[in-house]
């Protein structure tokens, strides 16, 4: 009886002691100090510092590298008729498709 009274003692207090100093200490301030305002002068020149930064690390990132500036292809003009040609032809390839499907496929019924 003794040593079951003695263990529950030990570890109550164990439980109750993590709770005790998780608390921290008393009367201490974890707030950080107080921020200066900078003047509209003072955010520019930062502002400006930080963009020509980041524009020479653009540069100088690789190719490749994730988060890289990827130019977009040029666009070419295709007119009218050749865009209707190209989907006739889309359209064609797509039914000759269907009917060389084997039985038993998923897709559209005969």
Known sequence: MKKVVLTLGVA???????????QGEAGTSKAPPPAQKASPEDRAAARAERKAEGAAA?????????????KAA?????????KAAAR???KA????AIKQAPPGEVGPSK
């Open 58 to 70: 653009i540069k100088d990132q690789p190719p490749g590298e994730v988060g890289g500036v990827k």
């Open 12 to 22: 109550l207090a164990q439980m109750f002691a993590v709770g005790a100093f998780a």
């Open 88 to 90: 006739a032809k889309r």
């Open 74 to 82: 040029p666009r070419t003009k295709v007119s009218a008729e050749e």
């Open 93 to 96: 390839e797509g039914a000759a």
